[in-house]
């Protein structure tokens, strides 16, 4: 069983940074896609955020383009996601994703993050 965990967060003010790390445990395999997707307050779906493969390739939204910076370290499992000028629309729950060679996607509980104007 694959667990995610996230850590960071919180709540700062427009203009700010947070950074977010999650990491993985259990048996996924070398090959794989790590990332974040958020969930904004009255949505119903989760957007993408970011994403980065096991060789390092990234996706990011429009939305975030050179504000926000995926990384990963293969050795330890885990992602992180540093948040520039962050704004009150990037307000939202932010999780976790792993999707395995099977691709079978297994997700974090999420973690909040509020920005405030």
């Known amino acids: 069983q694959v667990q995610l965990v996230e850590s960071g967060g919180g709540l700062v003010q427009a203009g700010g940074s947070l950074s977010l790390s999650c990491a993985a445990s259990?048996?996924?395999?070398?090959?794989?896609?790590m990332g974040w997707y958020r969930q904004a307050p009255g949505k119903q779906q989760r957007e993408l955020v970011a994403?980065?493969?096991?060789?390092?390739?990234?996706k990011s939204a429009d939305s975030v383009k050179g504000r926000f910076t995926i990384s990963r370290n293969n050795a330890e499992n885990t992602v992180d996601l540093q948040m520039n000028s962050l704004k009150p629309e990037d307000t939202a729950v932010y999780y976790c994703k792993l999707v395995d060679g099977s691709l079978t996607p297994y997700w974090g509980p999420g973690t909040q993050v509020t920005v405030s104007s």
């Open positions: 994403t980065i493969n096991h060789i390092g390739m990234t």
């Open positions: 259990g048996r996924f395999g070398s090959i794989n896609v």
